[in-house]
Nanobody, 117 residues
Framework: QVQLVESGGGLVQPGGSLRLSCAASGFTFSNYDMSWYRQAPGKEREWVAAISSGGSLNHVASVKGRFTISRDNAKNTVYLQMNSLKPEDTAVYYC???????????WGQGTQVTVSS
């Protein structure tokens, strides 16, 4: 069955780094655009970054220069490297897969990132 499993979250001090991973299974990973979203307590889920099946990148303005999305099609995994973390980056981070043609989509279960001293 289709699975997206996020990992790599945790507690980190301001200015620190984390690398999130999202391991995909049950579908042809290379045929999907991949994204990261996040949801902070009391707020709506927001898009953070995306990487197309062809490798084109986009990041929301608030994380540009600090976060980088990447993918490894051989490992069926998408990553989010997060540097210079701020308390306002605290959220549950989710990965999402969207088929490049049919737009069928899947979500992971999320991983908690807490930035606090």
């Amino acid at each position: 069955q289709v699975q997206l499993v996020e990992s790599g979250g945790g507690l980190v001090q301001p200015g620190g780094s984390l690398r999130l991973s999202c391991a995909a299974s049950g579908f042809t990973f290379s045929n999907y655009d991949m994204s990261w979203y996040r949801q902070a307590p009391g707020k709506e889920r927001e898009w953070v970054a995306a990487i197309s099946s062809g490798g084109s990148l986009n990041h929301v303005a608030s994380v540009k220069g600090r976060f980088t999305i990447s993918r490894d099609n051989a490992k069926n995994t998408v990553y989010l490297q997060m540097n210079s973390l701020k308390p306002e980056d605290t959220a549950v981070y989710y990965c999402k897969a969207v088929h490049i043609v049919g737009r069928k989509n899947y979500w992971g279960q999320g991983t908690q990132v807490t930035v606090s001293s």
